[in-house]
């Protein structure tokens, strides 16, 4: 303990310094005194002479503050320090006058048009700047990269949770994402359905049509439909998706939609339709296979109009949705859900009307429907486009003809026995006109010879078929306001009740 305390006590005292930078009082004497603490110095730099290209060596001598005032400090780390070489003292009075010192040139030497003196330590200095000034800009890239990444990965999960939902529900992955984008009831947002559409799986193909193929295929295991359009159907597959895409489209006897997308270069366009799938097909191939009971009947005629009536009804809430007529309806374009009832499928030909607009919205589409289901005003081309009604009317038309596909198949019991009874299935008009008629060939059965689908003695026997059978007449009517509405014909189905066993009480 004792020689420290011995150290700071001769500290403690001043010094006489040589100075020739000195304290304004002793500028004349050339000596200073320092603080206590405090110690000589002498100093050599050289300050660059642009004309002569060297150095002039400056020495500089005084009194150096104690070392709790930096003084010291700066003599200990100050070897070359900013290119001057600093030497400090305390060992006595003017201990500082001989030192020897040199000066050492620093190893760049500005160029020779630099007119300006710059030394060492302002180089320092700007580089400290510069390098702060980097730091600052890789510090704020940084936390533009983090934040940028964070918001994307947000995002991400957001449309992941709205993908993933379904596995922590017992409704199906589809149902949920449905029930979470209810906004506009007009379908998924465009993302999640391209999403969709690039996670599924084709497996078989179980439909075509004249517009496309259908496939069963998978999304995340669940069964779904896809209608693949051919290439030369690009207006098709674009009017599909937009009546699809309809505000308050859904519905439980529509065909429910899924997604839609559309990829592809130049030559090649890959056309997507993912829809419900459905495994009993269409009611043609349905009617094919099976007979149906009476109460079948009654649920599948009656599914069908309530399917058409909301397509064709204008809904003016807001917002509302237009009115659709199909112009395609027919039993190819109908498919049987597993409950008994229809589905309203293949919109590729529909046509949209706002009344408030007074607008008929037509595509410019060169399809035109199936001349075996046409009503007489289409082929012979009284039907006036101006209308929206005479579309619907036509619908009305067609739904008649399938109506009558389906009575045919509708088993019931011969009085006074117990067997049964119904018809082999077949198409409207089959015995009139060749498999795949012209214009001309339906032209004159229709319209010239206002010839009708017979109705059979035996529908009489039992009531949905009897009901149906006047309906259908009602639905062909040849005069066009003379036809029920499809409302009209909902409501009268709808009054008909059968008992759990099929049969109408
Ligand atoms: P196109 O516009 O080419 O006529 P459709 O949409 O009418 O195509 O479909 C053609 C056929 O594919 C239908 O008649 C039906 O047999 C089958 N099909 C269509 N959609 C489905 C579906 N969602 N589920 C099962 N089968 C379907
Ligand atoms: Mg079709």
Redesign the pocket.
């Known amino acids: 303990m004792a020689p420290k305390s011995r150290k700071k006590k001769a500290h403690a005292k001043t010094l006489t310094c040589y100075c020739n930078v000195c304290p304004e009082e002793s500028v004349d004497n050339e000596k200073c005194e320092t603080r206590p603490g405090g110690s000589c110095f002498a100093s050599v730099r050289g300050i660059y002479n642009s004309t002569t290209n060297e150095y002039d060596v400056e020495y500089e001598y005084g009194c150096m503050p104690p070392e709790q005032s930096g003084g010291l400090l700066q003599c200990r780390g100050s070897l070359y320090l900013a290119g001057q070489n600093i030497k400090c003292c305390d060992s006595g009075e003017f201990c500082n006058q001989n030192m020897e010192l040199e000066f050492q040139a620093p190893s760049t030497t500005p160029s020779p048009s630099d007119t300006q003196q710059i030394d060492q330590f302002s180089y320092n200095q700007l580089a400290l700047l510069l390098s702060l000034g980097v730091c600052a800009i890789l510090f704020l890239i940084i936390v533009l990269v983090v934040l940028v990444t964070y918001r994307r990965r947000e995002t991400k999960r957001k449309q992941v949770c709205l993908l993933e939902s379904g596995h922590s529900s017992h409704l199906s992955p589809l149902n949920d994402l449905f029930e979470q984008s209810s906004g506009s009831g007009s379908g998924l947002p465009l993302l999640v359905q391209r999403t969709i559409a690039k996670q599924i799986q084709l497996e078989k193909s179980?439909?075509?049509?004249?517009?496309?193929e259908?496939w069963?295929a998978k999304w995340r295991e669940e069964p779904v439909?896809v209608?693949v359009f051919f290439t030369t159907e690009e207006a098709?597959w674009f009017r599909e998706t937009e009546i699809y895409q309809t505000v308050l489209m859904r519905h439980e006897n529509i065909?429910g939609f899924i997604a839609a997308d559309i990829s592809g270069t130049g030559s090649y366009t890959r056309m997507f339709l993912i829809?419900?799938?459905?495994?009993n097909?269409?009611l043609?191939?349905y009617l094919q296979m099976h007979v149906i009971s009476p109460r079948s009947l009654q649920e599948l005629a009656h599914s069908l109009t309530a399917g058409l009536a909301h397509l064709h009804m204008e809904i003016f809430s807001k917002p509302g949705k237009p009115a659709i007529s199909h112009r395609d309806i027919k039993s190819?374009?109908i498919?049987v859900k597993r409950n008994g009832q229809c589905a309203i499928?293949?919109f590729?030909l529909a046509v949209k009307y706002n009344s408030e607009l007074d607008e008929i919205h037509i595509a410019p589409n060169t399809r035109v429907g199936t001349r075996r289901y046409m009503a007489p005003e289409v082929l012979d081309e009284s039907l006036n486009p101006t209308q929206f009604e005479s579309f619907k009317l036509a619908d009305i038309y067609s739904v008649g003809l399938v109506f009558w596909e389906m009575a045919r198949r509708c088993v019931t019991t011969i009085p006074g026995t117990k067997s049964t009874a119904c018809e082999d299935y077949a198409l409207p008009y089959h015995d009139m006109v060749p498999s795949d008629p012209s214009f001309e060939d339906m032209y004159d059965v229709v319209c010239t010879q206002k010839i009708r689908p017979p109705i059979p003695e035996r529908w009489q026997d039992e009531e949905i078929l009897q009901v149906l059978s006047k309906i259908m007449v009602e639905c062909w009517h040849p005069k066009p306001t003379a036809r029920l509405t499809a409302l009209r014909i909902k409501k009268s189905l709808s009054k008909i009740q059968t008992d759990g066993s099929g049969h109408i009480v």
């Open positions: 179980v439909g075509r049509g004249r517009y496309g259908v069963l439909a209608k098709s065909l829809t419900d799938y459905h495994e097909g269409s043609h191939d190819r374009n498919l499928a293949d590729g």
